[in-house]
């Protein structure tokens, strides 16, 4: 079983200002880590995504975000926000397809955050 | 290389009316989904499949169908379609090297 939980339903910022959002997990099997981004009436684009290796995972647009397991956390962050950087984001988690038992790597989506940038 | 591609983007249904949601994907994925965006609510998963002849249900299965034939194609049947499912459908296809790709999105209302 897996489950996502954004904290935050609405996060706002100043232009310029650190960009943090939060993501918890959990998963029975390791856990594979992503955040999208959605603009209005867009489809999903993917950010970055975390799988094995280095923990600290960078991303497009200057996201990165880090896998900390202790923690069960994924949060996103961006040392600077800009204008274009207003969004709704979603975190979500899968098990991986070899070894993932019968998730079957299927994504769970967290609730998702909309981000508001203020100039 | 066209990746996933969902058809229609946008649809008005009638209570009770059946449609189809198809879904196609070019990259020979075995691994394809279903999934439904509603405001606040992120996107569950309606079915997936695992190969061509597998199908199975996911958290919100009621009210749709599916099938796969091939391994290209995956569509999205609404029986009889109720405003509740007035949503955004979007297909999903994942590699074996775990990335995932969706498709644009179709926006659905049922009136």
């Known amino acids: 079983a897996q489950s996502v939980t954004q904290l935050g339903s609405h996060v706002s910022v100043s232009e310029g200002a650190l960009v943090l959002l939060r993501c918890n997990y959990s998963s029975s099997v390791p856990p594979y880590l992503f955040w999208y981004v959605q603009y209005p009436n867009q489809g999903l684009q993917l950010l970055l995504k975390?799988?094995?290796?280095?923990?600290l995972v960078k991303g497009i647009n200057g996201f990165e975000a880090e896998f900390k397991k202790s923690e069960t956390s994924f949060h996103l962050t961006k040392p600077s926000a800009h204008m274009s950087d207003a969004a709704e984001y979603f975190c979500?988690?899968?098990?991986?397809?070899?070894?993932?038992?019968?998730?079957?790597?299927?994504?769970?989506f967290g609730q998702g955050t909309i981000l508001t940038v203020h100039p | 290389n066209a990746g996933v591609t969902q058809t229609p983007k946008f649809r008005i249904l009638k209570i009770g009316q059946s449609m189809t949601l198809q879904c196609t994907q070019d990259?020979?994925?075995?691994?394809m989904y279903w999934y439904r965006q509603d405001p606040g609510m992120g996107l569950k998963l309606i079915y997936y499949s695992v190969g061509a002849g597998i199908t199975d249900k996911g958290e919100v299965p009621n009210g749709y169908n599916v099938s796969r034939s091939t391994t290209e194609d995956f569509p999205l049947r609404l029986e009889l379609a109720a405003p509740s499912q007035t949503s955004v459908y979007f297909c999903a296809s994942r590699s074996s090297g775990n990335t995932i790709y969706f498709g644009e999105g179709s926006w659905l209302t049922v009136v």
């Open positions: 979500a988690v899968s098990g991986p397809l070899v070894g993932g038992g019968t998730s079957y790597g299927k994504l769970t």
């Open positions: 975390y799988t094995t290796g280095a923990t």
């Open positions: 990259m020979n994925h075995n691994y």
